[in-house]
């Protein structure tokens, strides 16, 4: 009943700009957060941001902060993830997540609920 479904990947020259969507829709009673991480290839899944369910507060990963924008639409149940200023290290998968529990909210493992992924490609 629970689905996370991401859209707005692509390929983008550096320099650019995407705008990724979370739609969430089931029961999101008792969802703390919805973040959202990257994983490139050979890599561990990463932290990049999160917002409260409320959509008063945000946190981010340093690599991203004052390039990257995490908001809500309450009304549409969405999450965004405004990207700009892109790097050719941003290139990754990234998935956008939904969270139970209060703490730890940069730990990929504290997150209950998944979308399938949306591909992120930066070319130099």
């Known amino acids: 009943q629970v689905q996370l479904v991401e859209s707005g990947g692509g390929l983008v020259q550096a320099g650019g700009s995407l705008r990724l969507s979370c739609a969430a829709s089931?029961?999101?009673?008792?969802?703390?957060?919805m973040g959202w991480f990257r994983q490139a290839p050979g890599k561990e899944r990463e932290f990049v941001a999160a917002i409260g369910w409320s959509g008063g507060t945000t946190y981010y990963t340093d690599s991203v902060k004052g390039r990257f924008t995490i908001s809500r639409d309450k009304i549409k149940n969405t999450v965004y993830l405004q990207m700009n200023s892109l790097n050719p290290v941003d290139t990754a998968v990234y998935y956008c997540?939904?969270?139970?529990?209060?703490?730890?909210?940069?730990?990929?493992?504290?997150?209950?609920?998944w979308g399938q992924g949306t591909q992120v490609t930066v070319s130099s």
């Open positions: 997540a939904a969270k139970t529990s209060f703490l730890h909210v940069s730990d990929p493992a504290k997150y209950d609920y």
């Open positions: 089931g029961r999101t009673f008792r969802w703390y957060y």
